[in-house]
C-alpha cells in the first residue's frame, strides 16, 4: 500500500511565478491536510480538504494561496505570484473516515524562491 | 488550543531506554495526547497516542499521569534511527488539525 506521495520533492522558482504542489493520498483516504514549515519553524497547519470540499482553511494564507482536493486527481496547493518568504517545506497528510485520528504524511515538498 | 511543554532536546545512547516528557497541565477531559516525530528532511510519523490508560504499540509506549497533566512517550531500546524531534500534541476529540509546538530534539550517541 502506497504511501502520501507528494511531488516534486524539491520545487524552485522565481518571485512572481505560479507553484503547484501535488499530493496524492493513500488508496482510499478522503481526508487531505496541507502544512507548511518554515525554516527553523514548526509546523504549521494550513487547510483540510475532503473530497471536492474544503473543510478548514483557517491556516491558509489569506490571498495568493488555494487548495482543492478534485473528485478525480491529487490534491494541488497553488501559490501565486511567490515570493522568498514562501520558502518552505510543505507537507500533505491523508486520513479516513474511520481512523482520523491518525494522519499519515509525505515526504514533503521544498519550495526554494530565488 | 491547550498548551504543550517539551525540553527542547535530550540525548541518549544507542541500546538504552529513553523517556521523552510532556506536560500539558491545561489538558480538558476529552483531549487525546498524540505523539508524532519528524526524521531529518522526511515528514512527521505518526508514533502513539492515548487518552487516560497507557499505551504500548510495536514503537513506543505511552505513560499517562493519574491527573492527566503530563505524559511520557518511552523508547525501550533507541537506536541509531530514533534521532528524531518528538512532538507531543493535545487533540480534541473531533479536530481535525494538529497544532505542533517545537517539540524535543532527540539525539542518540552510538
Known amino acids: 500500500n502506497a504511501g502520501v506521495m507528494q511531488n516534486p520533492r524539491h520545487l524552485v522558482r522565481r518571485r512572481g511565478q505560479e507553484a503547484r504542489l501535488r499530493c496524492s493520498p493513500m488508496?482510499?483516504?478522503?481526508?487531505v491536510y496541507w502544512y507548511r514549515q518554515l525554516p527553523e519553524e514548526g509546523l504549521k497547519f494550513m487547510v483540510y480538504l475532503q473530497k471536492e470540499n474544503i473543510i478548514d482553511e483557517s491556516g491558509m494564507p489569506k490571498e495568493r494561496f488555494s487548495a482543492e482536493f478534485p473528485k478525480e486527481g491529487p490534491s494541488i496547493l497553488r501559490i501565486q505570484q511567490v515570493v522568498r518568504g514562501d520558502s518552505a517545506a510543505y507537507f500533505c497528510?491523508?486520513?479516513?473516515?474511520?481512523?482520523?485520528?491518525?494522519?499519515?504524511f509525505g515526504a514533503g515538498t521544498r519550495l526554494s524562491v530565488l | 488550543d491547550a498548551k504543550t511543554t517539551q525540553p527542547n532536546s535530550m540525548e541518549s545512547n544507542e541500546e538504552e531506554p529513553v523517556h521523552l516528557p510532556c506536560n500539558h497541565s491545561t489538558i480538558s477531559g476529552t483531549d487525546y495526547i498524540h505523539w508524532y516525530r519528524q526524521l531529518p528532511s522526511q515528514g512527521p510519523e505518526y508514533v502513539i497516542h492515548g487518552l487516560t490508560s497507557n499505551v504500548n504499540n510495536r514503537m513506543a509506549s505511552l505513560a499517562i499521569a493519574e491527573d492527566r497533566k503530563s505524559s511520557t512517550l518511552i523508547l525501550h531500546r533507541a537506536t541509531l534511527r530514533d534521532a528524531a524531534v518528538y512532538y507531543c500534541?493535545?487533540?480534541?476529540?473531533?479536530?481535525?488539525?494538529?497544532?505542533f509546538g517545537q517539540g524535543t530534539r532527540l539525539t542518540i550517541n552510538p
Open positions: 500534541i493535545l487533540r480534541p476529540p473531533r479536530a481535525q488539525k494538529l497544532v
Open positions: 488508496k482510499g483516504h478522503s481526508h
Open positions: 497528510a491523508s486520513g479516513d473516515t474511520y481512523s482520523r485520528d491518525i494522519q499519515y
